[in-house]
């Protein structure tokens, strides 16, 4: 069962009820993803045990607390099974409103959760206790302090998605994980267009990049199957070529199983699609949520100075 776990956190790092929340997924046999607004806390939630994957969640959104915001940010990138998050202020109001952009249940300020989604919490102020059974998809909060924690010793993959609004400022980034990871002059690069791109003459701004930097173009099983122009020898995928490059740019590609099957092994992924449910975030480092018209002259001009020091 996918659990999504919104993590609660301090200043500069995560609560100590993020690992209360992880221990309680676990418990209920759940397999965590934890979301930690504005990228914070990200390394130390990736080395709780139990954890499966962390997303760092960055945009301009989470400079201070906006309970919708929030929620409009985080709400794509939560899984359809359980949402977890810590019944304090900001937990109870973003599962909140995830909880209604989605039309699923919310049991707030839970104490007790066990397997079958059996939940227990106190009511009329401490008096006497209810249990519920419900199914997901839906959204608790749980009391801190309630549950056991989950302990060190993990070392989940960490993987970004910037919801900013300054688009400028996400790829800026997006290059700069990238280069921590591996030599970008130096890199074998691929980048690839899918459907999304809207015509196959919109490929002339990826060839652009891949002149720059020196990078093979590839594209979808969509494209290639909608665009006469866009032949089979460029398809990556399950019914194209498997490849392995360093570095892996995908613009306007959703992210189908079969595309997934053919570059999942990259070392480093960057996705741009505008659709922030797109499946490809599932596996990118580094996810823009955007337009391709918007990123890529942007992508085009940081790659250059890039090359040009």
């Given amino acids: 069962m996918d659990v999504t776990i919104i993590a609660e956190t301090t200043a ?10 992880v221990g309680a997924a676990i418990a209920i046999g759940g397999t965590p993803t934890v979301l930690c607004p504005g990228g914070t806390g990200a390394a130390t939630a990736a080395s709780i045990s139990g954890v499966a994957k962390v997303i760092a969640v960055k945009g301009d959104c989470f400079g201070t607390f906006d309970s919708g915001a929030w929620a409009a940010a985080l709400n794509p990138l939560a899984s359809d099974g359980v949402i977890l998050a810590a019944s304090a202020p900001s937990g109870r109001e973003v599962a909140a409103q995830i909880a209604a952009m989605r039309g699923i249940p919310i049991i ?8 079958g989604i059996t939940v227990t919490r106190s ?29 060190d010793g993990g ?29 970008v002059v130096e890199a074998d690069i691929i980048i690839s267009g899918g459907r999304g791109m809207g015509d196959p003459a919109n490929f002339a701004h990826l060839y652009e990049i891949a002149d720059v930097i020196g990078a093979a173009v590839g594209a979808s099983r969509a494209a290639v199957d909608t665009w006469d122009e866009i032949p089979h020898s460029m398809q990556v995928g399950q019914t194209g070529k498997t490849v392995n490059p360093s570095l892996y740019i995908a613009v306007g590609i959703s992210g189908a199983i079969q595309h997934l099957a053919g570059m999942r092994s990259s070392k480093f992924i960057v996705a741009i699609n505008k659709d922030s449910d797109a499946p490809i975030f ?24 890039l090359l040009s020091n």
């Fill in 108 to 115: 707030q300020d839970a104490t007790g959760l066990e397997a």
């Fill in 282 to 305: 599932g596996v990118a480092d580094y996810g823009i949520v955007s337009t391709w018209e918007e990123a890529l002259p942007v992508l085009k001009e940081e790659l250059s100075s």
């Fill in 12 to 21: 500069n790092d995560l609560h100590p009820v993020t690992s209360q929340l």
């Fill in 155 to 183: 070392n989940a993959d960490v993987s970004t998605v910037s919801q900013s609004s300054d688009v400028g400022v996400a790829v800026r980034e997006a290059i700069a994980k990238a280069s921590e990871r591996l030599d």
């Fill in 123 to 151: 009511i009329y102020s401490g008096k006497a206790v209810e249990t519920v059974t419900v199914s997901a998809p839906c959204a608790l909060t749980l009391r801190p302090n309630a549950f056991e924690a989950a302990g």
